[in-house]
């Protein structure tokens, strides 16, 4: 038997991050001082978020924020709003504590990014950091303090519409975009002007909904949380974070925003988190209707008895702490603890110093460098699925091109989910863009083919069919309009919705060539329309620079370089598909087409697979093809035997083997053969975004120390154990150069 090693790392886990920012700089002197002067009233005020229904000030609420009884706001628009509601705060109130003021600026505030499964496909997480940081620069304008953004729930079932908030299947991968964007929102220094308190949601395990069925119940094993779910909360805690949601979902059986284990042992006790913890909308009152508590003001008590600060839109807390102090249920310690970790955000977000929206937004708002970047990741979201006979790129010779489609020309609906602040008319589409782009000597036919995404009604058809008859070339846009992912959108049936399908394969039976171009919030099945066309370019809502990113790949300016960060099932019945799974004791390996008539009971033998449908997905985590070819060769490990503190160094050459200069992921998994919990088929620890010349070859190199190596054990330790490992540096979560190595004991 294997001994276990207790992993020496687990000491830094349990110790605290300090920023620069967070060394103390007097804050904690001023919130003491600030503290002992507040009233009871004064601190359950600061506990308290309220959304404005009607934009307006009323006396009621002028007087509550007088009174010091307000401590947050979401969805208060424009910045003169905000400065009014703020001059009450700051003037008028006795102790003079500034407001917070949140907002959902998720991909973008005016300038509208690819949704963040679109950006997870670029694997490029400097990029996403350079997106955040201009998203704050927008939003800042308009005196948002506050994002309730990043989202990184591991989200492994495209029904759940919420994916396409999310940053994938993957820990390791969503790690990566976790820590990137919360440094993007806050900045250097999150007392800087342009800097925005980034809020890490949704905590904890709420993309683990039951069915895919938003705010469904999630059933997470201990070692699976903290494998799987936790790690991209814990690098955003390591990147800084400022605050962080409570979920609406339970977790084995305790709701998440009255669940001490994850809001007190592992953030608070473990992680050392000192900023705060807000509630997600309503979230504190609808434990009633999970059934852990009897009325508002059970709610209270087991929300903040586990640690929620501030609650959001309902008033539990308000209504019932005073009372709750008085029968000793809540201590003042812990309403203090709560009060302090919220002005300790107020403080180091500069509030005191500089509580007003400049007014002045409009200068950074979609500015040139915002589009270019909106522009830039679009194109490196966008995934090449298929590209028969190299139908794309689209010959610059091409004089009639048809555009046919419902998203060919709906500037809202590139934008996606979670955009309250993009606007259709600022979005450039790709009708528009390719028209520019192409100029007068390329004739484009546009035929929208269906009056939207989710239209029945055929009638538009027989145009677009005609389009593309007296085209070279067809390209057809079609996919999900933004209302049909994001929250409590999720979807049963994952088909190209409405009469699409009907229209694709209606185009194609031109015998034209038609390249796909899908707009989505989420992966779809595409299983219908796929043999009928020769290219599919996976573009998820790409933002306001959809046009210009689908024109730029298209006609070949740009290779396609994204990669999917979810798996592609072939049917929904596959879901949850995944490639990080475990092996079981008996996995399929022969590839099932279906049943023929006459086949006996067990076609592909008694193995973990369906009778009537081939196990494999219809794309794998990691994929992406591009305009040019990628040789993957020379594995090379810098030693076969490795102890616990020292590195394994794993290389590849990687050739550009086409004629276009073009860019590759090339990304490094393991997978640990036999352990005391078993280990995932596979698992990503490393990837790089390299630039390869055509023709010219790479040395891509990655780093694997004992660290990657670990993970939890049944005690809950984080232990590595000696034994052996294999190693793949591959352009997906299939292909690749197979190495092996052992890890020894010292
Ligand atoms: C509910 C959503 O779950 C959350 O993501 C969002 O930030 C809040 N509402 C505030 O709008």
């Known amino acids: 038997m294997k001994k276990i090693i207790l992993f020496s790392l687990v000491v830094l886990l349990l110790s605290s991050f300090e920023s620069p920012k967070n060394k103390p700089s007097g804050i904690e002197a001023k919130i003491n001082a600030l503290v002992a002067k507040m009233t009871l009233k004064e601190k359950l005020g600061q506990l308290q978020q309220l959304t404005l229904y009607k934009q307006e000030l009323s006396p009621n609420l002028k007087e509550q924020i007088k009174n010091g009884e307000m401590g947050s706001f979401l969805n208060v628009e424009g910045a003169q709003l905000k400065n009014a509601l703020q001059k009450i705060a700051v003037e008028e109130s006795r102790l003079k504590i500034p407001i917070i003021f949140g907002r959902d600026v998720i991909h973008g505030f005016r300038t509208i990014y690819p949704i963040p499964l679109g950006q997870a496909s670029s694997w490029n997480p400097d990029l996403v950091e350079k997106a955040a940081r201009l998203t704050a620069v927008e939003a800042t304008s308009e005196g948002i303090n506050w994002t309730f953004a990043p989202m990184v729930d591991i989200a492994r079932d495209a029904r759940w519409g919420r994916i396409a908030e999310s940053v994938g299947e993957d820990p390791y991968l969503a790690s990566a975009f976790s820590a990137a964007m919360v440094k993007g929102f806050q900045g250097n220094n999150l007392n800087e002007a342009t800097s925005m308190a980034a809020c890490v949601k949704h905590f904890v395990g709420y993309g683990a909904a039951e069915g895919g069925r938003d705010y469904n119940t999630a059933i997470i094993p201990e070692n699976i949380l903290r494998d799987v779910y936790l790690p991209s909360f814990k690098a955003a805690k390591e990147a800084g974070a400022a605050t962080y949601m409570s979920s609406f979902n339970e977790i084995n059986g305790i709701p998440a925003s009255g669940n001490a284990f994850t809001l007190r042992k592992v953030l608070r006790d473990e992680w050392k988190f000192d900023g705060f913890v807000v509630s997600d909308w309503g979230s504190i009152e609808e434990m009633i209707n999970h059934g852990f508590c009897a009325d508002k003001k059970e709610a209270a008590l ?44 107020k403080f180091r977000l500069g ?31 966008m995934v090449l ?22 998203l060919a020309d709906d500037g809202k609906d590139q934008l996606g989910c979670w955009a309250p602040d993009g606007k259709g008319d600022e979005s450039i589409t790709p009708l528009t863009a390719l028209r520019s782009s192409l100029g007068a000597g390329v004739n484009i036919i546009y035929a929208r083919g269906a009056s939207s995404c989710r239209s029945m009604d055929e009638s538009d058809i027989p145009a677009a069919v005609e389009a593309a008859r007296q085209a070279d070339a067809v390209v057809v846009f079609a996919g999900e309009d933004a209302l049909l992912s994001g929250e409590a959108h999720s979807r049963a049936f994952l088909n190209i919705p409405g009469i699409q399908e009907k229209l694709i394969n209606a185009v194609a039976a031109t015998g034209k060539p038609v390249v796909l171009v899908v707009m989505a919030g989420r992966p779809l099945v595409m299983n219908l329309v796929e043999p009928n066309v020769k290219s599919i370019l996976y573009a998820w809502h790409p933002g306001t620079m959809a046009g210009p990113a689908v024109a ?3 006609f070949g300016k740009t290779s396609p370089s994204g990669k999917l960060p979810v798996t592609f099932v072939r049917w929904v019945g596959q879901i949850p598909t995944y490639y990080a799974h475990k092996n079981t004791g008996r996995p399929p390996s022969v590839k099932n087409t279906g049943i023929p008539m006459g086949t006996p ?36 490990l810098s030693r076969e035997k490795i102890k616990p503190g020292e590195k394994l160094m794993v290389s590849a050459e990687i050739t550009n083997t086409g004629n276009v200069d073009a860019d590759e992921v090339v990304q490094l998994y393991i997978r640990d053969l036999v352990a005391s919990v078993t280990r995932p088929v596979k698992e990503l620890k490393g990837f790089k975004r390299v630039s390869i010349k055509a023709g010219e070859t790479v040395k891509v190199e990655f780093t694997l120390t004992d660290a990657d190596l670990a993970f939890y054990n049944d005690k809950m330790k984080f232990v590595f154990e000696p034994g052996k490992f294999n190693v793949w540096i591959s352009k997906n979560a299939d292909e690749g150069l197979k190495g092996a190595f052992e890890l020894v004991e010292k």
């Open 302 to 345: 087991k929300g903040f008895n586990a640690g929620v600060d501030m609650e959001m839109v309902t008033t539990c807390y308000a209504d019932n702490l005073e009372q709750l102090i008085k029968e000793g249920k809540v201590s003042m310690a812990r309403i203090d603890e709560s009060v302090k970790n919220i002005l300790r955000v």
């Open 552 to 554: 730029n790949v298209l």
């Open 351 to 381: 509030l005191f110093d500089h509580p007003y929206a400049k007014l002045d937004g409009e200068a950074v708002i979609l500015s040139k460098e915002n589009l270019e970047t909106a522009c830039k990741l679009a194109e490196q979201s």
């Open 385 to 406: 699925l298929k590209n028969e006979n190299n139908t794309l790129p689209l010959s610059k010779t091409i004089r009639n091109l048809a555009v046919i489609g419902p």
């Open 601 to 636: 009971l067990d076609p592909q033998g008694f193995v973990s697979g369906y009778l009537d449908l081939d196990y494999t997905p219809a794309y794998s985590f990691g994929y992406g093809l591009s305009y040019t070819t990628f040789a993957y060769k020379n594995l090379v």
